[in-house]
């Protein structure tokens, strides 16, 4: 089983500021990754998936970057919607998650 | 739009069934397989498998092999998810989640609202 690690665990951001992500996989897993935004009480919600696309509907301040076991999510610019929990996952060898960063307000 | 909606919570004893349910609407049912996942506290998310409501082919993670069934109805768009012989471990949401019918591979472009299962004696 792919092994997916997130860090940090807790990422400490003021609005507006920029926010770095990052996703490790015990082996490669190509580009085959996407990254998650789960909201408390909500289901998650598809933000990049091939490692760097963005899903419909997502603004251009998420991106993503990385390939093979190492990757990025990027907000550039922090919004209140955006203090959440992101989770990564891999479905290049059956589909396993990260155990996600929580960003917080500082 | 496309809206997955989930049964309600569930209490359940250890050694019981539960079923959950996912009813689809906004799209063609039978063009996009379904996936179910879970996420028990304080845990990562965990991937249980995948029914195509089409034939209603199934592909589960081995860990659940023998305990879980997943099948759809099309009539109704609705998938469901059984998983029995329960135990507290089990205590957990439970997502329904559309595959993205991309051909690079399996993620989740929609996710249903999540169904509490809570295994308690």
């Known amino acids: 089983e792919i092994v997916m690690t997130q860090s ?6 003021s609005p507006g500021e920029r926010a770095t992500l990052s996703c490790r996989a015990s082996q ?8 998650y935004r789960q909201r408390p009480g909500q289901a998650p ?7 760097s696309t963005r899903a419909t509907g997502i603004p251009a301040r998420f991106s993503g970057s990385g390939s093979g076991t190492e990757f990025t999510l990027t907000i550039s610019s922090l919004q209140s919607e955006d203090f959440a929990v992101y989770f990564c996952q891999q479905y290049n060898n059956w589909l396993t998650f990260g155990g996600g960063t929580k960003v917080e307000i500082k | 739009q496309v809206q ?6 569930e209490v359940k004893k250890p050694g019981a069934s539960v079923k959950v349910s ?3 609407s906004g799209y063609t049912f039978t ?3 379904m996936h179910w996942v879970r996420q028990a506290p304080g845990q990562r998310l965990e991937w249980m498998g995948i029914v195509n409501p089409t034939g209603g082919y199934t592909d589960y993670a081995q860990k659940f092999q023998g305990r879980v069934t997943m099948t759809s109805d099309t009539s109704t768009s609705t998938v469901y998810m059984e998983l029995s012989s329960l135990r507290s471990e089990d ?3 439970y997502y329904c ?3 993205s019918g991309d051909s690079s591979g399996n993620y989740f472009d929609y996710w249903g609202q999540g169904t509490l299962v809570t295994v308690s004696s």
């Open chain 1, 8 to 13: 940090p665990a807790t990422l400490s951001v």
């Open chain 2, 4 to 9: 997955l909606v989930q049964s309600g919570a």
């Open chain 1, 28 to 35: 490669s897993v190509s580009s085959n990754l996407a990254w």
């Open chain 2, 91 to 93: 205590t957990a949401v």
């Open chain 1, 45 to 51: 919600r598809l933000l990049i998936y091939e490692a």
């Open chain 2, 97 to 99: 989640a559309r595959d």
């Open chain 2, 31 to 33: 063009s996009y397989s």
């Open chain 2, 22 to 24: 996912c009813k689809a």
